[in-house]
């Protein structure tokens, strides 16, 4: 379902909270809606199910005006998640999962069906979590079943205002992170209001800029880090956009597939190895096993000292890994701490993909920085 | 005034068809009265909540508030002043009295549901009567509940008062009572006003804890 907004306003007496935006949301992407507090963000969010209504100007569904469509069944057909979550205390998860799909008549067997589906996506056990009521979870199940909830009607547009803003670093991390995920499977429609500019780069396909009820920028967020439009978005953006800009590049773009590994056989010896390196002109080596899964590594000097099979042992889980989606900042900051300059990428089961390189890393970074020079 | 356990044994003993009959006129007086003021003391508390109603329903709450500390006995002679004597008088005196805590819990309890579980109501796309009825009255079961609960327990005590406008029951043994200076008269009715009360205060929890739904009762014992 497509949305647009046209000349969008809303007024509170002389205070302009929305003035004049106009914009078309990209179906099936997450876009974020972002600005300081009274930018008028959340008052735009909050027109599209008519949680308030607009004082001027049209927002259209598939072309269709606002004003034609039944306010209770817009709302139904349009999942909508807070940062205060609001679950419903006196009813179950399973309960509160199910209310829309309730009010939409949907068959008993269906529901369970679905809230099964839904707990399983937001990762959570379904058993367990089925007959739980909200005082028995912490913040973050809570904020899961939320997200779950505002999915439950299989909606096409999704509205989330702040949904992780009360969920402390490390766990809103590790939200937005399955989060991701979970859009990568669903492909909803989402428009995702924050202030917190790391989860608009981490979370944004596209990101739109409000400032005093305006449209700073509304562009893809690649884009948006490279080309600021104005310095209220630099501003915005921090001094730090070229670091920022990193998280958003995913490290499978950058695979070296070229010979870093060698894989270790039964009758591979110590003199393999130093081989190995020495025909290959490399200081080091990652082990693999018969598999292909990454084991190990081992330096020239270590080699010298021990049998490979031994070193897999004594450094099993010595060698720090990326996957195929980790992101450049993840990649940078793990070669950082491990004091090395090149990293293994390995995928779900651990099967070697290549390596990554530092100066890669840099190379996009300076590329960002030099955009913000032009 | 002499009281002895025989006494008041052959009291009860000769006079058990009018004692009947006088617990039967305060629980007649007790359950009218609060019936009609469970009825209309939960409307208003509704109405008054309505959305664009808080503030309305915050200075009721504060009216009915101050209201509760109005003496019984003032609420009956005043009533008594324009209605006269009789059951009717006393059971409207009733109703306006065990109207206020009722009023005023099922208003506190509404305007205690967090605006949040309101909101995501609203998003989700409830009616206000499916927000009232789902939501909101169900998430105000505890505070409602207790305020029927108390209106309940001072109505019966309060129906004793009410005696002396002629409404009957269980109060008129007691002011004969006072005035023969028996005190086994007094005891005699006393007594059983107060079995009624501590019956019916056991009875109601019951029922308070069985309409209490489940998520909430967790959610107490969390926080107790």
Request: aromatic share 6%.
């Amino acid at each position: 379902m497509s949305i647009e907004l046209i000349d969008l306003k809303k007024t509170y007496g002389s205070t302009k909270a929305v003035d004049g935006v106009t914009m078309a949301f990209e179906e099936k992407k997450l876009t974020i809606l972002i600005g300081p507090s009274g930018c008028g963000k959340t008052t735009t969010l909050k027109m599209m199910n008519r949680l308030i209504e607009r004082t001027s100007g049209d927002i259209l569904f598939n072309g269709i005006s606002i004003d034609q469509i039944n306010r209770i069944q817009l709302r139904r057909g349009i999942g909508y998640a807070i940062q205060e979550i609001g679950l419903f205390d006196h009813m179950s998860v399973f309960e509160n999962i199910a209310v829309v799909p309730r009010l939409l008549k949907w068959a008993e067997r269906d529901i369970r069906q679905r809230v099964v589906e839904l707990l399983d996506l937001v990762n959570l056990d379904p058993d367990e979590m089925m007959k739980k009521y909200p005082a028995q979870l912490s913040g973050g199940q809570k904020q899961r079943i939320g997200v779950a909830r505002s999915l439950a009607a299989n909606p096409e547009i999704v509205l989330m205002d702040e949904p992780f803003g009360a969920i402390d670093p490390i766990n809103r991390e590790k939200l937005q992170d399955a989060f991701l995920e979970i859009q990568q499977q669903v492909q909803k429609t989402i428009l995702f209001v924050t202030h917190d500019i790391r989860e608009a780069i981490k979370l944004g396909d596209k990101i739109a800029i409000f400032n005093q009820g305006k449209l700073a920028q509304y562009d893809d967020t690649l884009e948006i880090v490279n080309n600021p439009a104005n310095s209220f978005v630099e501003d915005l953006l921090g001094s730090d956009r070229a670091l920022k800009g990193l998280e958003i590049v995913r490290v499978k773009e950058f695979i070296q597939s070229g010979s870093y590994a060698m894989k270790m056989e039964e009758e591979t010896k110590v003199s393999d190895g130093i081989e190995w390196m020495k025909q290959n002109q490399r200081p080091f080596v990652y082990l693999l096993n018969s598999k292909e899964r990454l084991v190990g590594y081992a330096t020239m000097k270590g080699l010298s000292k021990e049998d490979p099979h031994d070193l897999v042992k004594n450094h099993s889980k010595n060698s720090e890994s990326l996957q195929p989606f980790s992101n450049l900042l993840e990649g940078v900051t793990q070669m950082m701490t491990a004091g090395v300059s090149t990293c293994p990428v390995v995928d779900v089961r651990d099967r070697f993909l290549g390596v990554i390189e530092l100066t890669q890393i840099f190379d996009v970074m300076s590329s960002y920085q030099s955009a913000k020079e032009d | 005034m002499q009281i002895t356990i025989e006494g008041l044994w052959s009291y009860f003993t000769d006079n058990w068809a009018y004692l009947l009959e006088k617990t039967g006129e305060h629980l007649v007086i007790f359950v009218i009265s609060w019936i009609i003021a469970i009825a209309v003391g939960v409307t208003i508390g509704i109405v008054s909540t309505r959305p664009g109603k808080e503030r309305l329903g915050k200075s009721l709450l504060t009216i009915t508030g101050a209201a509760q500390a109005i003496p019984s006995i003032a609420v009956i002679a005043l009533v008594f002043i324009f209605m006269g004597i009789g059951p009717l008088p006393a059971i409207f005196s009733l109703f306006l009295y065990t109207l206020v805590p009722i009023t005023f819990n099922t208003a506190s309890g509404l305007l205690s549901v967090s605006p949040a579980v309101k909101e995501a109501a609203k998003g989700m796309g409830l009616t206000p009567m499916q927000i009232l009825f789902r939501i909101e009255i169900p998430n105000s079961i505890p505070a409602i509940a207790s305020g029927i609960r108390t209106a309940a327990i001072i109505n019966i005590g309060t129906t004793t008062i009410a005696s002396a406008i002629g409404a009957g029951g269980l109060g008129e043994i007691i002011f004969i009572g006072m005035r023969l200076m028996s005190g086994v008269r007094i005891m005699a009715g006393a007594i059983p006003v107060a079995i009624l009360a501590i019956t019916i205060d056991i009875a109601l929890g019951q029922v308070e804890r069985m309409i209490l739904p489940k998520g909430l009762e967790i959610s107490k014992n969390r926080n107790a």
